[in-house]
């Protein structure tokens, strides 16, 4: 391998919540692949977006920008292709490119991938079966209907691209699952699985929303109450109050988006045997994430946005056997724009100045630098998208602490919806209330924690660039 350089595999899937995935400790499901990624390396507990949607939190990870720099705020704001990315700056430095699967930052000769050798990708979402493709070509790229199972034939067009890659120089795959994204729609191979067995319901699927502020009961993400026949595969027309309702549906649900999940553990399975087979394992960085993360069940909902533990978390294990000890866990805050920085770093090569995250490399030694990131920015930029109706928000996320600011205004943003609400704080202490069921803002007792954490979040925004809400005053 030239220079020593390390292969990277990048897998991520799209709305795989980490407290699905046994490595995580997922009380739910197993996840036998994906667990030998992280006892071969390291685990990752506090790696979080910036963004808790697909089209913006692939284009921070892939720019190592927050939106309000890259400008893909929503999903409706697609990326401009002649941004600079990880891909493009590794092929220019002789790496073999490539990316197959979900893409989600737009089509056309203005948004198609570019970086890359080769690519295939869906179009939008994508469908689970007989997938249409976009394979790379002219004006765009050329559509084509692929015959079978969507998470079989994203990863047999990686095992054929690896197949047939440049040996001389090292590679970057990006492999990008579309599962487990609603609607769930399972193989016939994992069907069956969970089938007379009930799924154990998470502490809070009957949230009554008190305490929080009023964006948490206006959302319209709850399960059965905002879902249809395609989520739940059946007439929903059921005779049942929103609790016996959210039970339900929950069974319904979460086996489906586990069915789902098995057939990606499957393929990944394939992909690591073939790096044992190729004598690639040890030079090659194999990282398995999702673009965000996901309620199942957590406060009654399915669904994102939120800036709420489970859907801020990203799963984010990683083995690179020359690197990283295996079984290794670390627990500092790490984001998707310090992923980029990474991958540059481990290429040897310097992240741009007008990167904003930075690598985290040492961590994956064990060594965490004394001025690492305590805090983390994020913001959803979305306003009352339908259907889900978020509240546009902002905030901060420390070690213990959480403090978000609904400033619930479209701002004029794509994709987002007219009709401001008055602003509200939430104000979490997760070493006290991990669940998030109790917004501590007005509490006298966390006056100085409220103060502290105010001035930390308008730090962060002066340092990264970006506008305070003119009614959010100190
Ligand atoms: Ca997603």
Wanted: charged share 25%; with cysteine; aromatic share 12%.
């Amino acid at each position: 391998m030239p220079e020593g350089r390390p292969n990277i595999l990048f897998i991520m899937s799209d709305d795989h919540a980490s407290h699905a995935m046994s490595c995580y400790g997922s009380r739910i499901n197993r996840t036998p692949n994906l667990d030998r990624i992280a006892e071969g390396g390291m685990r990752l507990d506090n790696c979080f977006c910036t963004n808790s949607i697909c089209t913006p939190s692939r284009a921070a990870i892939l720019t190592g920008t927050h939106n309000h720099v890259n400008g893909v705020t929503t999903l409706a704001t697609h990326m401009d292709n002649r941004l600079t990315t990880f891909p493009k700056l590794l092929r220019d430095a002789g790496y073999a490119t490539a990316i197959f699967g979900k893409w989600h930052l737009g089509t056309g000769p203005e948004h198609c991938p570019t970086g890359f050798d080769d690519w295939a990708v869906l179009p939008g979402q994508g469908l689970y079966h007989n997938p249409q493709f976009i394979f790379d070509g002219p004006d765009g790229g050329t559509p084509r209907v692929m015959r079978g199972y969507v998470t079989d034939i994203i990863t047999d067009l990686c095992l054929d691209w690896l197949g047939r890659r440049d040996r001389s120089k090292p590679f970057c795959l990006l492999y990008h699952h579309k599962a487990p994204h609603r609607h769930w729609e399972p193989d016939e191979k994992h069907a069956h699985l969970y089938l007379n067995e009930e799924i154990p319901e998470p502490d809070t699927l009957y949230d009554d929303y008190a305490n929080r502020a009023s964006a948490a009961a206006a959302a319209k993400t709850r399960v059965g109450v905002h879902m249809n026949e395609r989520d739940l595969k059946c007439d929903i027309s059921r005779n049942l109050d929103e609790s016996e309702l959210r039970k339900w549906a929950y069974q319904r649900y979460i086996k489906d988006y586990l069915r789902v999940i098995a057939s990606v553990d499957d393929n990944v399975g394939r992909v690591l045997d073939y790096l044992d087979a190729e004598g690639l394992t040890d030079n090659t960085l194999v990282i398995y994430t999702s673009d965000q993360g996901f309620f199942l069940g957590d406060h009654g909902w399915f669904d994102k946005r939120f800036m709420y533990e489970q859907s801020l978390r990203m799963p984010f294990i990683l083995r690179y056997p020359r690197e990283v000890a295996a079984g290794s866990v670390n627990g500092d805050i790490v984001t998707n724009v310090d992923f980029a920085p990474l991958f540059l770093d481990l290429a040897g090569l310097p992240a741009p100045a007008d990167m904003q995250g930075r690598s985290f490399r040492p961590l994956l030694g064990g060594r965490t630098p004394d001025d690492w990131q305590q805090s983390m920015y994020y913001r959803y930029w979305m306003h009352k998208d339908n259907p889900h109706n978020v509240y546009a928000h902002y905030g901060v996320r420390t070690r213990r602490y959480k403090l978000i600011y609904y400033y619930a205004d479209p701002l004029g943003q794509p994709g987002a919806n007219a009709g401001c609400e008055e602003p509200e704080w939430e104000l979490f202490d997760l070493e006290a209330d991990r669940d998030e069921m109790r917004n501590v803002y007005a509490d006298p007792a966390y006056a100085a924690v409220a103060r502290d954490l105010k001035r930390e979040l308008h730090r962060l925004q002066a340092e990264l660039g970006d506008q305070r809400y003119p009614r959010d005053v100190d």
